[in-house]
């Protein structure tokens, strides 16, 4: 079973619009990472949240951890075609020294 | 610096040969770890060596090995290969195993099995 559920799935957002792609664990998390992949390339890393509360901000990119330490969510604000690609989650299993990833989220900004 | 290299950058094989792929991890890192990743999903965890032990393994089967050299570049070997193993194989690299640690990506294998 997938262990970090994303949502929504695919998103298609006009050029300035914000929006929001949300990563839920059916436990708590200890280090979420954002990443954003072009489709077929490698992964770039944007953020790591490790305490519950945590938000981190970079540009137009925020990422928030809640309290629980079961939910993460990052918010573009005023998007741009340079957005687009794929948002994954992914997180440490602790003790397992495994790491998982998120089902992704298919990003598309219309100019 | 040179971040994380993989070779091939794609690779056509045929049902039930073997093939092996290669990361160069960035310098400095000793940990390097594996994914497999199908069309449409997120990639999926397959192993992670650390000063060349394996500290990790996903849920593969035995057809896939793995390796960390001294100089801390490792190989990830697939054996009698499915269809089902068509994917990009991606390798990442990170300055240890301890907990909240970035890792840094290549930019992928893209294997092909007919």
């Known amino acids: 079973s997938q262990e970090l559920e994303q949502s929504p799935q695919s998103l298609i957002v006009q050029e300035g619009k914000n929006l929001t792609i949300n990563c839920t664990s059916s436990k708590t998390l200890y280090g979420l990472y954002w990443y954003k992949q072009k489709y077929g390339e490698g992964l770039i890393f944007l953020m790591m949240?490790?305490?519950?509360?945590e938000e981190k901000s970079h540009e137009k990119i925020t990422a928030k951890l809640d309290e629980k330490k079961q939910q993460s969510s990052l918010h573009i604000t005023a998007s741009q075609p340079s957005h687009a690609g794929i948002y994954l989650c992914g997180a440490d299993r602790t003790g397992t020294y495994k790491y998982i990833f998120g089902t992704g989220t298919r990003l598309k900004v219309l100019a | 610096d040179a971040g994380v290299t993989q070779s091939p950058t794609h690779l056509i094989k045929t049902r039930g040969q073997h093939v092996t792929l290669r990361c160069s991890p960035i310098s400095g890192h000793k940990s390097v770890s594996w994914y497999q990743q199908v069309l449409g999903q997120g990639p999926q965890f397959i192993f992670q060596?650390?000063?060349?032990?394996?500290?990790g393994r996903g849920n593969f089967p035995d057809r896939f090995s793995a390796r960390q050299f001294p100089n801390y570049s490792s190989e990830l070997n697939v054996n009698a290969l499915l269809l089902g193993d068509s994917a990009l194989y991606l390798c990442a690299s990170s300055q240890d195993r301890r907990f909240y640690n970035e890792q840094f990506f290549g930019p992928g294998t893209r294997l092909t099995v007919l």
């Open positions: 949240l490790q305490k519950g509360g």
């Open positions: 060596y650390y000063e060349k032990e394996e500290r």
